[in-house]
């Protein structure tokens, strides 16, 4: 398996913009994660799913973001419209609920906005 | 409710020195504990887990036991190379429900002079 798969590697785009990032989890993982990780905050959880569904969006800053998991090989996070402060790489996880959940991460997706 | 609290960076030292990452935890139930690493310009990895208390997790001269009566899962390794520069982050894994949560703590970047 090539791993959990990110697209774009960079994004760079304006301000106002809509911006939207991708992921392919490993094949038969159950969970998907996105993560943010800046500077000043670190690692932030943004959103969660177990088989597709949410589970926890509580970590999503507010309603400019959102993300979705059509299938089980395929998810985006969506932010519209971009802000400068949502300059950050974001990373996409995956794991299996059996046994001990190892989270398997993507190379990220280094988002700036002008 | 649950957390991850590690020691803040950076963290320098000078090669063959002694390391030593501070990690403390929050949680209820018997969560499992991770170190993953994170090299510059990738994805965090996995780099030792344990999963009940006692446990030891090793891996590439990195150590680190579950102690369930200090709530710790400090990272240690008896002397390091340049090759270890990276952050490092402390997590554990939960299960909610019928969902388990990944949660990491802030990360520490270790610098290794030569």
């Known amino acids: 398996d090539a791993g959990v798969i990110q697209s774009p590697r960079h994004e760079v785009t304006e301000m106002g913009q809509e911006v939207t990032l991708r992921c392919k989890p490993i094949?038969?993982?159950?969970?998907l994660f996105w993560y943010r990780q800046t500077m000043m905050r670190g690692l932030e959880l943004l959103i969660y799913?177990?088989?597709?569904?949410?589970?926890?969006d509580s970590g999503m800053p507010e309603d400019r973001f959102s993300a979705k998991m059509p299938n089980a090989s395929f998810s985006t996070l969506k932010i519209q419209p971009s802000e400068p402060r949502d300059s950050a790489v974001y990373f996409c996880?995956?794991?299996?609920?059996?046994?001990?959940?190892?989270?398997?991460f993507g190379q990220g997706t280094r988002l700036t906005v002008v | 409710g649950d957390s991850v609290t590690q020691m803040e960076g950076p963290v320098t030292l000078s090669e063959e020195a002694f390391l030593t990452i501070n990690c403390t935890y929050t949680a209820t139930g018997y969560p499992s504990l991770f170190w993953y690493v994170q090299y510059p310009g990738e994805g965090l990895q996995l780099l030792l887990k344990a999963t009940k208390a006692d446990d030891k997790g090793s891996n590439k001269g990195f150590e680190a036991t579950y102690r369930k009566e200090t709530t710790s899962f400090h990272l240690e390794k008896g002397s390091v190379q340049v090759s270890d520069s990276a952050v490092y982050f402390c997590a554990l894994s939960v299960t909610y429900s019928s969902a388990s949560k990944i949660i990491f703590g802030s990360g520490t970047r270790l610098s290794i002079r030569p």
């Open positions: 996880a995956s794991t299996v609920d059996r046994g001990v959940p190892e989270a398997f």
């Open positions: 094949s038969g993982h159950d969970y």
């Open positions: 799913f177990n088989n597709n569904v949410p589970i926890d």
